[in-house]
Protein backbone atom coordinates (compact mmCIF):
# COMPACT_ATOMS: atom_id res chain seq x y z
CA UNK A 1 0.00 0.00 0.00
CA UNK A 2 1.32 3.49 -0.67
CA UNK A 3 -0.91 5.86 1.72
CA UNK A 4 0.19 9.60 2.19
CA UNK A 5 -0.04 10.35 6.23
CA UNK A 6 0.45 13.70 6.92
CA UNK A 7 2.21 13.60 10.79
CA UNK A 8 1.44 15.75 13.44
CA UNK A 9 3.20 15.75 16.72
CA UNK A 10 2.33 19.43 18.03
CA UNK A 11 -1.23 19.94 20.13
CA UNK A 12 -1.17 24.03 18.82
CA UNK A 13 -1.40 22.23 15.11
CA UNK A 14 -4.57 23.98 13.50
CA UNK A 15 -5.51 20.15 12.59
CA UNK A 16 -5.35 18.96 15.95
CA UNK A 17 -7.39 22.18 17.32
CA UNK A 18 -10.02 21.69 15.10
CA UNK A 19 -10.73 18.05 16.05
CA UNK A 20 -10.42 19.05 19.61
CA UNK A 21 -13.07 21.29 18.94
CA UNK A 22 -15.65 18.89 18.02
CA UNK A 23 -16.30 17.68 21.48
CA UNK A 24 -18.47 20.84 21.82
CA UNK A 25 -21.60 21.78 20.15
CA UNK A 26 -20.21 25.09 19.18
CA UNK A 27 -17.30 23.57 17.08
CA UNK A 28 -19.51 20.83 15.52
CA UNK A 29 -21.62 23.53 14.34
CA UNK A 30 -18.81 25.57 13.11
CA UNK A 31 -17.12 22.98 11.08
CA UNK A 32 -20.01 20.50 10.07
CA UNK A 33 -18.49 17.38 11.51
CA UNK A 34 -18.80 15.18 14.74
CA UNK A 35 -16.41 12.32 15.66
CA UNK A 36 -16.84 8.91 15.68
CA UNK A 37 -14.09 6.66 17.56
CA UNK A 38 -13.06 3.02 16.46
CA UNK A 39 -12.64 0.93 13.60
CA UNK A 40 -16.45 -0.46 13.95
CA UNK A 41 -18.32 2.16 13.96
CA UNK A 42 -16.00 4.22 10.97
CA UNK A 43 -16.55 1.06 8.89
CA UNK A 44 -20.01 1.05 9.42
CA UNK A 45 -19.91 4.95 8.57
CA UNK A 46 -17.62 4.42 5.82
CA UNK A 47 -20.74 1.63 4.41
CA UNK A 48 -23.40 3.76 4.35
CA UNK A 49 -21.57 6.42 2.97
CA UNK A 50 -21.18 8.81 5.50
CA UNK A 51 -18.61 10.94 3.97
CA UNK A 52 -15.25 10.87 6.04
CA UNK A 53 -12.96 13.74 5.94
CA UNK A 54 -10.10 13.11 8.45
CA UNK A 55 -9.28 9.91 9.75
CA UNK A 56 -6.73 10.10 12.83
CA UNK A 57 -4.55 7.26 13.23
CA UNK A 58 -2.58 6.93 16.99
CA UNK A 59 0.74 6.13 16.45
CA UNK A 60 0.82 2.66 18.31
CA UNK A 61 -2.04 1.25 16.02
CA UNK A 62 -0.47 2.80 13.08
CA UNK A 63 0.96 -1.29 11.81
CA UNK A 64 -1.94 -3.15 12.63
CA UNK A 65 -4.00 -4.74 9.95
CA UNK A 66 -7.13 -3.37 10.47
CA UNK A 67 -5.95 0.10 10.96
CA UNK A 68 -4.12 0.22 7.22
CA UNK A 69 -7.02 -1.65 5.67
CA UNK A 70 -9.56 1.34 7.17
CA UNK A 71 -6.83 3.73 6.24
CA UNK A 72 -6.86 2.57 2.72
CA UNK A 73 -10.95 2.58 2.74
CA UNK A 74 -11.41 6.07 4.23
CA UNK A 75 -8.57 7.35 1.74
CA UNK A 76 -10.10 6.28 -1.56
CA UNK A 77 -13.02 7.70 -0.11
CA UNK A 78 -11.55 10.55 0.04
CA UNK A 79 -10.21 11.21 3.55
CA UNK A 80 -7.14 12.89 4.71
CA UNK A 81 -4.90 10.60 6.75
CA UNK A 82 -3.28 12.07 9.83
CA UNK A 83 -1.12 10.32 11.87
CA UNK A 84 -0.42 11.57 15.58
CA UNK A 85 1.12 10.41 19.15
CA UNK A 86 -1.12 8.32 21.44
CA UNK A 87 -1.61 11.51 23.95
CA UNK A 88 -2.56 13.41 20.95
CA UNK A 89 -5.22 10.97 20.09
CA UNK A 90 -6.47 11.01 23.93
CA UNK A 91 -6.76 14.73 23.52
CA UNK A 92 -9.06 14.42 20.72
CA UNK A 93 -10.87 11.55 22.31
CA UNK A 94 -10.77 13.17 25.86
CA UNK A 95 -9.44 9.86 27.17
CA UNK A 96 -6.39 8.38 28.52
CA UNK A 97 -6.32 5.31 26.50
CA UNK A 98 -8.09 6.45 22.95
CA UNK A 99 -9.16 4.11 20.07
CA UNK A 100 -6.44 3.30 17.92
CA UNK A 101 -8.25 5.43 14.75
CA UNK A 102 -10.79 8.47 15.34
CA UNK A 103 -12.87 9.91 12.37
CA UNK A 104 -14.08 13.48 11.55
CA UNK A 105 -17.03 12.58 9.60
CA UNK A 106 -19.11 15.25 7.98
CA UNK A 107 -22.71 15.16 9.53
CA UNK A 108 -26.16 14.98 7.76
CA UNK A 109 -28.87 17.33 6.79
CA UNK A 110 -31.25 16.16 9.12
CA UNK A 111 -34.21 17.52 7.06
CA UNK A 112 -37.98 16.15 7.32
CA UNK A 113 -38.30 15.94 3.80
CA UNK A 114 -35.71 13.59 3.06
CA UNK A 115 -37.11 10.80 5.65
CA UNK A 116 -40.71 9.71 3.88
CA UNK A 117 -43.36 9.09 6.64
CA UNK A 118 -45.28 5.88 4.72
CA UNK A 119 -42.36 3.34 5.38
CA UNK A 120 -43.97 -0.08 6.78
CA UNK A 121 -41.51 0.38 9.81
CA UNK A 122 -42.86 1.48 13.35
CA UNK A 123 -41.27 5.53 13.85
CA UNK A 124 -40.15 6.99 17.04
CA UNK A 125 -41.05 10.90 17.94
CA UNK A 126 -38.46 11.77 20.61
CA UNK A 127 -39.81 15.62 22.14
CA UNK A 128 -37.19 17.27 23.92
CA UNK A 129 -35.03 14.02 25.01
CA UNK A 130 -32.04 15.71 26.54
CA UNK A 131 -29.56 12.70 27.44
CA UNK A 132 -27.71 12.38 24.62
CA UNK A 133 -26.83 8.49 26.04
CA UNK A 134 -30.78 8.11 26.24
CA UNK A 135 -30.77 9.04 22.25
CA UNK A 136 -28.17 6.90 21.54
CA UNK A 137 -29.76 4.26 23.02
CA UNK A 138 -32.50 4.99 21.75
CA UNK A 139 -30.51 4.70 17.64
CA UNK A 140 -29.63 1.75 18.29
CA UNK A 141 -32.78 -0.25 19.51
CA UNK A 142 -34.48 1.19 16.67
CA UNK A 143 -31.47 -0.03 14.22
CA UNK A 144 -31.90 -3.57 16.08
CA UNK A 145 -36.31 -3.59 16.36
CA UNK A 146 -36.38 -2.35 12.67
CA UNK A 147 -37.89 0.56 12.85
CA UNK A 148 -38.63 3.21 10.59
CA UNK A 149 -36.62 5.96 11.78
CA UNK A 150 -36.24 8.44 14.76
CA UNK A 151 -37.23 12.10 14.48
CA UNK A 152 -36.31 13.98 17.08
CA UNK A 153 -38.68 17.12 17.88
CA UNK A 154 -38.61 20.67 19.21
CA UNK A 155 -35.36 21.23 21.59
CA UNK A 156 -33.32 17.74 21.54
CA UNK A 157 -29.69 17.28 22.27
CA UNK A 158 -27.40 16.51 19.47
CA UNK A 159 -27.10 13.67 17.45
CA UNK A 160 -23.55 14.35 16.67
CA UNK A 161 -22.57 14.86 20.04
CA UNK A 162 -19.61 12.41 21.25
CA UNK A 163 -21.85 10.49 23.82
CA UNK A 164 -24.74 9.92 21.35
CA UNK A 165 -22.38 8.84 18.98
CA UNK A 166 -20.43 6.34 20.91
CA UNK A 167 -24.04 5.06 22.82
CA UNK A 168 -26.01 4.53 19.47
CA UNK A 169 -22.56 1.87 18.53
CA UNK A 170 -22.86 2.83 14.74
CA UNK A 171 -26.85 2.56 14.53
CA UNK A 172 -26.68 6.46 14.05
CA UNK A 173 -25.07 5.65 10.66
CA UNK A 174 -27.80 3.42 9.79
CA UNK A 175 -31.06 4.67 10.76
CA UNK A 176 -33.25 7.45 8.74
CA UNK A 177 -32.80 10.29 11.74
CA UNK A 178 -34.75 13.84 11.00
CA UNK A 179 -34.85 17.21 13.36
CA UNK A 180 -38.15 19.34 13.37
CA UNK A 181 -40.32 21.33 14.62
CA UNK A 182 -43.82 19.37 16.69
CA UNK A 183 -46.43 21.36 13.59
CA UNK A 184 -44.18 19.81 10.41
CA UNK A 185 -43.87 16.73 12.39
CA UNK A 186 -47.02 16.39 13.32
CA UNK A 187 -48.56 17.32 9.57
CA UNK A 188 -45.43 15.21 8.05
CA UNK A 189 -47.15 12.06 10.30
CA UNK A 190 -50.81 13.05 9.27
CA UNK A 191 -49.90 13.24 6.08
CA UNK A 192 -48.35 9.51 6.33
CA UNK A 193 -51.46 8.30 8.17
CA UNK A 194 -49.28 7.19 10.94
CA UNK A 195 -51.66 6.95 14.59
CA UNK A 196 -49.64 8.60 17.07
CA UNK A 197 -49.29 6.74 20.49
CA UNK A 198 -47.86 8.30 22.81
CA UNK A 199 -46.48 7.03 26.34
CA UNK A 200 -48.45 8.64 29.13
CA UNK A 201 -49.03 9.05 32.68
CA UNK A 202 -51.88 10.16 31.64
CA UNK A 203 -52.93 7.17 29.62
CA UNK A 204 -56.01 5.27 29.75
CA UNK A 205 -54.96 2.18 28.29
CA UNK A 206 -51.67 0.11 28.89
CA UNK A 207 -49.20 -0.05 25.96
CA UNK A 208 -50.38 -3.85 25.03
CA UNK A 209 -53.68 -2.62 24.89
CA UNK A 210 -52.41 -0.14 22.03
CA UNK A 211 -53.03 -1.46 18.01
CA UNK A 212 -49.60 -1.01 16.80
CA UNK A 213 -50.55 -3.18 13.49
CA UNK A 214 -51.56 -0.03 12.01
CA UNK A 215 -49.14 2.57 10.43
CA UNK A 216 -47.51 4.06 13.87
CA UNK A 217 -46.10 6.45 15.75
CA UNK A 218 -44.68 6.04 19.02
CA UNK A 219 -44.18 9.40 20.79
CA UNK A 220 -42.10 9.85 23.81
CA UNK A 221 -41.14 12.55 26.03
CA UNK A 222 -38.92 14.84 27.54
CA UNK A 223 -36.89 12.81 30.72
CA UNK A 224 -38.02 15.02 33.20
CA UNK A 225 -41.49 17.00 32.02
CA UNK A 226 -42.75 14.52 29.59
CA UNK A 227 -45.05 15.32 27.20
CA UNK A 228 -46.82 18.81 28.22
CA UNK A 229 -50.99 18.98 27.55
CA UNK A 230 -50.96 20.68 24.33
CA UNK A 231 -49.12 17.83 22.32
CA UNK A 232 -50.65 14.98 23.91
CA UNK A 233 -53.96 16.41 22.81
CA UNK A 234 -52.81 15.83 19.44
CA UNK A 235 -51.92 11.98 20.06
CA UNK A 236 -54.18 9.48 18.84
CA UNK A 237 -54.08 7.54 21.71
CA UNK A 238 -52.08 7.35 25.60
CA UNK A 239 -50.71 4.45 26.96
CA UNK A 240 -49.35 3.80 30.19
CA UNK A 241 -47.20 1.38 30.74
CA UNK A 242 -47.68 -0.72 33.74
CA UNK A 243 -45.42 -0.06 37.09
CA UNK A 244 -46.30 -0.96 40.42
CA UNK A 245 -47.24 1.32 42.99
CA UNK A 246 -44.50 2.92 44.89
CA UNK A 247 -41.78 3.00 41.96
CA UNK A 248 -40.92 6.45 40.20
CA UNK A 249 -40.43 5.98 36.32
CA UNK A 250 -38.84 4.23 33.95
CA UNK A 251 -35.59 5.79 31.94
CA UNK A 252 -36.65 7.18 28.62
CA UNK A 253 -34.95 4.72 26.57
CA UNK A 254 -36.16 1.78 28.65
CA UNK A 255 -39.58 3.01 27.95
CA UNK A 256 -38.86 3.35 24.36
CA UNK A 257 -37.70 -0.21 24.07
CA UNK A 258 -40.46 -1.67 25.77
CA UNK A 259 -43.13 0.37 23.42
CA UNK A 260 -41.36 -0.82 20.32
CA UNK A 261 -40.72 -4.23 21.19
CA UNK A 262 -44.37 -4.54 22.10
CA UNK A 263 -45.06 -2.67 18.59
CA UNK A 264 -42.66 -5.25 16.61
CA UNK A 265 -44.35 -7.94 18.77
CA UNK A 266 -48.13 -7.25 17.69
CA UNK A 267 -46.41 -7.20 14.28
CA UNK A 268 -44.93 -10.79 14.05
CA UNK A 269 -41.36 -9.17 14.73
CA UNK A 270 -41.84 -9.06 10.76
CA UNK B 1 -35.22 23.86 65.34
CA UNK B 2 -31.95 23.37 66.92
CA UNK B 3 -30.05 21.37 64.50
CA UNK B 4 -26.38 20.42 65.24
CA UNK B 5 -23.81 21.70 61.74
CA UNK B 6 -20.26 20.80 61.52
CA UNK B 7 -18.84 24.06 59.60
CA UNK B 8 -16.07 22.79 57.55
CA UNK B 9 -14.56 25.47 55.12
CA UNK B 10 -10.88 23.43 54.24
CA UNK B 11 -10.84 20.75 51.58
CA UNK B 12 -7.49 19.18 53.51
CA UNK B 13 -10.16 18.31 56.37
CA UNK B 14 -9.90 14.70 57.25
CA UNK B 15 -13.62 14.41 56.96
CA UNK B 16 -13.84 16.05 53.42
CA UNK B 17 -11.11 13.88 52.19
CA UNK B 18 -12.82 10.67 53.65
CA UNK B 19 -15.77 12.02 51.90
CA UNK B 20 -14.24 12.59 48.80
CA UNK B 21 -12.52 9.17 48.63
CA UNK B 22 -16.15 7.36 48.05
CA UNK B 23 -15.85 8.32 44.38
CA UNK B 24 -13.00 5.29 44.27
CA UNK B 25 -13.81 1.72 44.59
CA UNK B 26 -11.04 1.90 47.14
CA UNK B 27 -12.27 4.14 49.27
CA UNK B 28 -15.65 2.48 49.48
CA UNK B 29 -14.34 -0.61 50.60
CA UNK B 30 -12.29 0.42 53.36
CA UNK B 31 -15.13 2.64 54.81
CA UNK B 32 -17.99 1.05 53.66
CA UNK B 33 -19.99 3.78 53.18
CA UNK B 34 -21.19 5.12 49.37
CA UNK B 35 -22.52 8.52 48.09
CA UNK B 36 -26.14 10.00 47.18
CA UNK B 37 -27.02 12.93 45.91
CA UNK B 38 -29.76 14.64 46.14
CA UNK B 39 -32.89 15.22 48.09
CA UNK B 40 -34.93 12.54 46.62
CA UNK B 41 -32.64 9.57 46.31
CA UNK B 42 -31.51 10.26 50.25
CA UNK B 43 -35.59 10.70 51.28
CA UNK B 44 -35.80 6.91 49.58
CA UNK B 45 -32.37 5.55 51.74
CA UNK B 46 -34.20 7.02 54.75
CA UNK B 47 -37.73 6.11 54.37
CA UNK B 48 -35.95 2.16 53.49
CA UNK B 49 -33.96 2.18 56.43
CA UNK B 50 -30.53 2.85 55.25
CA UNK B 51 -28.02 4.80 57.42
CA UNK B 52 -26.98 7.91 56.67
CA UNK B 53 -23.70 8.52 58.14
CA UNK B 54 -23.01 11.78 56.95
CA UNK B 55 -24.93 14.39 55.46
CA UNK B 56 -23.56 17.14 53.52
CA UNK B 57 -25.41 20.26 53.17
CA UNK B 58 -24.20 23.31 50.45
CA UNK B 59 -24.30 27.08 51.53
CA UNK B 60 -26.64 28.10 49.05
CA UNK B 61 -28.62 25.26 50.23
CA UNK B 62 -28.84 25.41 53.59
CA UNK B 63 -31.90 27.51 54.16
CA UNK B 64 -34.59 25.70 51.70
CA UNK B 65 -37.03 24.40 54.00
CA UNK B 66 -36.70 21.31 52.73
CA UNK B 67 -32.77 20.70 52.99
CA UNK B 68 -33.62 21.79 56.71
CA UNK B 69 -36.56 19.08 56.86
CA UNK B 70 -34.00 16.35 55.40
CA UNK B 71 -31.52 17.58 57.98
CA UNK B 72 -33.97 17.33 60.68
CA UNK B 73 -34.70 13.64 59.70
CA UNK B 74 -31.35 12.25 58.88
CA UNK B 75 -30.46 13.63 62.23
CA UNK B 76 -33.21 11.80 64.32
CA UNK B 77 -32.08 9.18 62.36
CA UNK B 78 -28.61 9.49 63.68
CA UNK B 79 -26.61 11.43 60.89
CA UNK B 80 -23.96 13.71 61.59
CA UNK B 81 -25.22 17.33 60.03
CA UNK B 82 -22.02 19.11 58.22
CA UNK B 83 -22.32 22.02 56.11
CA UNK B 84 -20.03 23.00 53.51
CA UNK B 85 -19.04 25.73 50.61
CA UNK B 86 -20.96 24.87 47.23
CA UNK B 87 -16.77 24.37 45.94
CA UNK B 88 -16.62 21.63 48.91
CA UNK B 89 -19.53 19.76 47.98
CA UNK B 90 -19.00 20.38 44.35
CA UNK B 91 -15.78 18.99 44.98
CA UNK B 92 -17.22 15.62 46.92
CA UNK B 93 -19.83 15.50 43.69
CA UNK B 94 -17.30 15.76 41.28
CA UNK B 95 -19.53 18.60 39.33
CA UNK B 96 -19.55 22.06 39.08
CA UNK B 97 -23.26 22.07 40.43
CA UNK B 98 -23.45 19.86 42.86
CA UNK B 99 -26.72 19.26 44.87
CA UNK B 100 -27.80 21.07 47.53
CA UNK B 101 -27.70 17.56 50.00
CA UNK B 102 -25.03 14.57 49.50
CA UNK B 103 -25.22 11.63 51.64
CA UNK B 104 -22.70 9.19 53.03
CA UNK B 105 -24.91 6.21 53.73
CA UNK B 106 -23.43 2.50 54.97
CA UNK B 107 -23.37 -0.16 52.29
CA UNK B 108 -25.50 -2.90 52.93
CA UNK B 109 -24.35 -6.71 52.87
CA UNK B 110 -25.42 -8.77 49.81
CA UNK B 111 -25.56 -11.67 51.22
CA UNK B 112 -27.51 -14.46 48.97
CA UNK B 113 -28.52 -15.83 52.09
CA UNK B 114 -30.29 -12.54 52.60
CA UNK B 115 -32.86 -12.78 49.91
CA UNK B 116 -35.31 -16.06 49.85
CA UNK B 117 -35.85 -17.70 46.06
CA UNK B 118 -39.41 -17.99 46.67
CA UNK B 119 -40.75 -14.65 45.61
CA UNK B 120 -43.86 -14.39 43.24
CA UNK B 121 -41.74 -11.47 41.22
CA UNK B 122 -39.45 -12.20 38.54
CA UNK B 123 -35.84 -12.78 39.18
CA UNK B 124 -32.69 -10.95 36.99
CA UNK B 125 -29.65 -12.26 37.35
CA UNK B 126 -26.51 -10.21 36.39
CA UNK B 127 -23.26 -11.96 34.84
CA UNK B 128 -20.57 -9.94 34.81
CA UNK B 129 -22.36 -6.61 34.23
CA UNK B 130 -19.40 -4.32 33.96
CA UNK B 131 -21.58 -1.38 33.02
CA UNK B 132 -22.41 0.66 36.49
CA UNK B 133 -24.76 2.71 33.88
CA UNK B 134 -26.39 -0.05 32.62
CA UNK B 135 -26.43 -1.89 36.46
CA UNK B 136 -28.59 1.85 37.89
CA UNK B 137 -30.46 1.49 35.16
CA UNK B 138 -31.26 -2.34 35.20
CA UNK B 139 -32.28 -1.54 39.33
CA UNK B 140 -34.72 1.42 38.04
CA UNK B 141 -36.57 -0.89 35.46
CA UNK B 142 -36.49 -4.08 37.53
CA UNK B 143 -38.43 -1.96 40.75
CA UNK B 144 -40.91 -0.23 38.00
CA UNK B 145 -41.76 -4.02 37.05
CA UNK B 146 -42.20 -5.42 40.67
CA UNK B 147 -39.15 -7.78 40.19
CA UNK B 148 -38.20 -9.98 43.08
CA UNK B 149 -35.13 -9.02 42.78
CA UNK B 150 -31.38 -8.68 41.14
CA UNK B 151 -28.72 -11.13 41.95
CA UNK B 152 -24.96 -9.74 41.07
CA UNK B 153 -22.90 -12.67 39.82
CA UNK B 154 -19.43 -13.18 39.82
CA UNK B 155 -17.26 -10.19 38.78
CA UNK B 156 -20.07 -7.58 38.40
CA UNK B 157 -19.33 -3.81 38.89
CA UNK B 158 -19.96 -1.93 42.16
CA UNK B 159 -23.95 -0.96 43.07
CA UNK B 160 -22.28 1.36 45.38
CA UNK B 161 -20.42 3.62 42.91
CA UNK B 162 -21.83 6.98 42.36
CA UNK B 163 -22.81 6.17 38.53
CA UNK B 164 -24.86 3.00 39.60
CA UNK B 165 -26.94 4.76 42.13
CA UNK B 166 -27.50 7.95 40.13
CA UNK B 167 -28.73 5.63 36.91
CA UNK B 168 -30.98 3.61 39.93
CA UNK B 169 -32.74 6.83 40.41
CA UNK B 170 -33.03 5.16 44.37
CA UNK B 171 -34.42 2.06 43.46
CA UNK B 172 -30.96 0.78 44.61
CA UNK B 173 -32.84 1.68 47.87
CA UNK B 174 -35.81 -0.38 47.15
CA UNK B 175 -35.13 -3.72 45.19
CA UNK B 176 -33.97 -6.86 46.67
CA UNK B 177 -29.98 -7.17 46.05
CA UNK B 178 -27.37 -9.73 46.69
CA UNK B 179 -24.16 -10.62 45.12
CA UNK B 180 -22.40 -14.23 44.59
CA UNK B 181 -20.66 -16.65 42.37
CA UNK B 182 -22.21 -18.64 39.97
CA UNK B 183 -22.05 -22.00 42.04
CA UNK B 184 -23.95 -20.61 45.17
CA UNK B 185 -26.09 -18.49 42.72
CA UNK B 186 -26.85 -21.76 40.60
CA UNK B 187 -27.78 -23.90 44.13
CA UNK B 188 -29.83 -20.99 45.36
CA UNK B 189 -31.89 -20.55 42.45
CA UNK B 190 -32.78 -24.57 42.49
CA UNK B 191 -34.00 -24.33 45.47
CA UNK B 192 -36.62 -22.36 44.78
CA UNK B 193 -37.51 -24.04 41.58
CA UNK B 194 -36.85 -21.18 39.85
CA UNK B 195 -36.56 -21.76 35.94
CA UNK B 196 -33.46 -20.13 34.38
CA UNK B 197 -34.35 -18.72 30.95
CA UNK B 198 -31.10 -17.08 29.07
CA UNK B 199 -31.24 -14.20 26.69
CA UNK B 200 -28.40 -15.56 24.30
CA UNK B 201 -27.85 -15.56 19.84
CA UNK B 202 -27.67 -19.11 20.60
CA UNK B 203 -31.58 -19.09 21.58
CA UNK B 204 -33.72 -20.87 19.58
CA UNK B 205 -36.74 -20.03 20.68
CA UNK B 206 -38.17 -16.10 20.93
CA UNK B 207 -38.28 -14.68 24.20
CA UNK B 208 -42.13 -14.78 23.63
CA UNK B 209 -42.09 -17.91 23.49
CA UNK B 210 -40.97 -18.31 26.68
CA UNK B 211 -43.32 -19.52 29.71
CA UNK B 212 -42.63 -16.53 31.81
CA UNK B 213 -45.51 -17.21 34.05
CA UNK B 214 -43.86 -20.68 36.21
CA UNK B 215 -41.08 -19.22 38.55
CA UNK B 216 -38.65 -17.67 36.63
CA UNK B 217 -35.33 -16.06 36.37
CA UNK B 218 -33.86 -13.90 33.69
CA UNK B 219 -30.35 -14.33 33.24
CA UNK B 220 -28.42 -11.85 31.45
CA UNK B 221 -24.78 -11.93 30.69
CA UNK B 222 -21.56 -9.97 29.83
CA UNK B 223 -21.91 -6.57 27.80
CA UNK B 224 -19.10 -7.35 25.30
CA UNK B 225 -19.04 -11.30 25.89
CA UNK B 226 -22.05 -12.58 26.40
CA UNK B 227 -22.10 -15.88 28.46
CA UNK B 228 -19.63 -18.53 28.82
CA UNK B 229 -20.87 -22.01 27.34
CA UNK B 230 -20.44 -23.28 30.62
CA UNK B 231 -23.15 -21.14 31.87
CA UNK B 232 -25.25 -21.31 29.04
CA UNK B 233 -25.36 -25.00 29.65
CA UNK B 234 -26.83 -24.87 33.01
CA UNK B 235 -29.79 -22.42 31.80
CA UNK B 236 -32.62 -24.26 31.12
CA UNK B 237 -34.11 -22.27 28.46
CA UNK B 238 -32.24 -19.97 25.92
CA UNK B 239 -34.47 -17.45 23.87
CA UNK B 240 -33.69 -14.84 21.33
CA UNK B 241 -34.71 -11.33 21.29
CA UNK B 242 -35.60 -11.08 18.04
CA UNK B 243 -33.39 -8.36 15.60
CA UNK B 244 -33.67 -6.94 12.20
CA UNK B 245 -30.54 -8.92 9.57
CA UNK B 246 -27.91 -6.36 10.09
CA UNK B 247 -27.92 -5.07 13.52
CA UNK B 248 -25.31 -5.56 16.03
CA UNK B 249 -27.03 -6.01 19.23
CA UNK B 250 -29.22 -4.14 21.89
CA UNK B 251 -27.94 -2.55 25.29
CA UNK B 252 -27.46 -4.91 28.07
CA UNK B 253 -30.30 -2.87 29.63
CA UNK B 254 -32.92 -2.71 26.84
CA UNK B 255 -32.48 -6.26 26.52
CA UNK B 256 -33.06 -6.83 30.65
CA UNK B 257 -35.87 -4.53 30.27
CA UNK B 258 -37.15 -6.42 26.81
CA UNK B 259 -37.17 -9.92 28.92
CA UNK B 260 -38.75 -8.25 31.92
CA UNK B 261 -41.61 -6.61 30.81
CA UNK B 262 -42.23 -9.75 28.07
CA UNK B 263 -42.45 -11.45 31.48
CA UNK B 264 -44.55 -9.34 33.54
CA UNK B 265 -46.74 -9.39 30.66
CA UNK B 266 -47.28 -12.79 30.57
CA UNK B 267 -47.92 -12.86 34.19
CA UNK B 268 -50.57 -9.72 33.51
CA UNK B 269 -48.69 -6.79 35.19
CA UNK B 270 -50.06 -8.73 38.47
Known amino acids: MNLSFDHITSASNPSIKLLRSLERKKGRNETGLFLAEGARLIEQALAQNWQVETLIISNSGAERDYVQALAKRASDQGARLIQVPDRLAGSIARKDNPQAVIAAIKQRDLALDDVSPDATGLWIGLYECRDPGNL ?23 PFSVEAVRASMGSLFDVALARTDFAAFNAWRKSGGLNMVAASVNGDTSHIGVDFVQPSLILMGNEQAGLPPSIEAECDTLCLIPMRGGADSLNLAQATAIMLY ?6 GFA
Open 262 to 267: EGWRQR
Open 136 to 158: GTILRTADCAGAAGVILIENCCD
